[in-house]
């Protein structure tokens, strides 16, 4: 079975215990206008290109079948228009300057590389994350990936946006140790505004996933100016959620604009500053004053 594959992260420290590999697939349902991974948002191919990466070398010309390269006396121009996103051209860029997002991978290419660093997972308490995008849009070949790892003695993270089908969580559930679910917001409007869809379906599979047993930590981004005003109703929500393991309050930042134009996307990010160590020292006191476990 086949994946659309965004990226590997080796030695992963912020998704999920210990050291990690985590497994990045593309294509998510959700338009979040802070997203900081805008190459795994749409569900085709995408070439990054970064000018300033660029040696002049002329690789990419020479293997490019649709011309979408050429060097001349004033650089590299690329033509993103004429581009097919075959990834020729990443796969002979000697500046690093071109990256390819999209390659298929079976389960069986993935196993191996997962493997290499599984004595780390041991000594650390580890194991491997999917995420995305959105990993469980590709929810049949996570389930293959994750029952191949659980096999081989690994422990297995989901994390998930929740906007996702029921059938997708019960094709991974036997084979996931714990859930990492993103809660954007509770209010409904701000959750539109913030993602482009309702928050629906995913309060009902947080809760469903409890209802199984399914252990889950639970991520807020803090975006001031966005959701900052949603700690109190999520804090409500979570105290419902008896198998929350913990939680982590993340601070949005704004480092990402230079993907957004690597793959020739609007940038979307908010403007309206990083939040203050304080104010997120505050925010995660006020969650452990609601009786949640939440780490740094």
């Given at each position: 079975m086949t994946g659309i594959v965004v990226d590997i992260k080796r030695f992963a420290v912020h998704d999920?215990?210990?050291?990690?590999t985590t497994l990045f697939l593309k294509g998510c349902p959700l338009k979040c206008v802070w997203c900081h991974?805008?190459?795994s948002i749409s569900f085709k191919p995408q070439l990054s290109y970064i000018e300033k990466k660029c040696i002049g070398c002329g690789e990419c010309a020479d293997v490019c079948p649709a011309g979408a390269h050429s060097i001349s006396e004033s650089g590299?121009?690329?033509?993103r228009a004429l581009c097919t996103a075959c990834g020729k051209c990443a796969a002979v860029c000697l500046g690093e300057a071109l990256k390819f997002y999209g390659e298929k991978m079976t389960v069986e290419e993935l196993?191996?590389?997962l493997l290499e660093d599984k004595?780390?997972?041991d000594t650390s308490g580890g194991g491997i994350t999917l995420s995305g995008g959105e990993c469980l849009m590709q929810a049949e070949f996570c389930a293959e990936l994750l029952k191949e790892m659980k096999e081989r003695g690994v422990s297995t993270a989901v994390d998930t946006c929740g906007f996702v089908n029921r059938s997708a969580i019960d094709a991974v559930f036997p084979y996931t140790d714990i859930f990492l679910y993103d809660i954007k917001a509770?209010?409904?409007d701000v959750h539109i505004k913030c993602t482009g869809q309702s928050n629906g379906i995913i309060i009902e599979n947080l809760?469903?996933?409890d209802s199984?047993?399914?252990?889950i930590e639970v991520r807020y981004p803090y975006v001031p100016g966005m959701n900052d005003d949603q700690a109190e109703k999520i804090a409500d929500l979570l105290c419902g959620i008896k198998n929350l393991v913990k939680m982590r309050v993340l601070p949005y930042h704004n480092f990402a604009g230079s993907k957004y134009e690597s793959v020739g996307m609007e940038n979307t990010l908010p403007q309206f500053g990083m939040p203050s160590d304080e104010t997120m020292a505050e925010v995660r006191e006020y969650f452990r004053s609601r009786g949640i476990t939440v780490c740094e």
């Open positions: 999920g215990d210990g050291i990690r991974n805008p190459e590299h121009i690329f033509d196993v191996p590389i004595s780390f997972y509770v209010d409904e809760k469903y996933i199984r047993g399914g252990k």
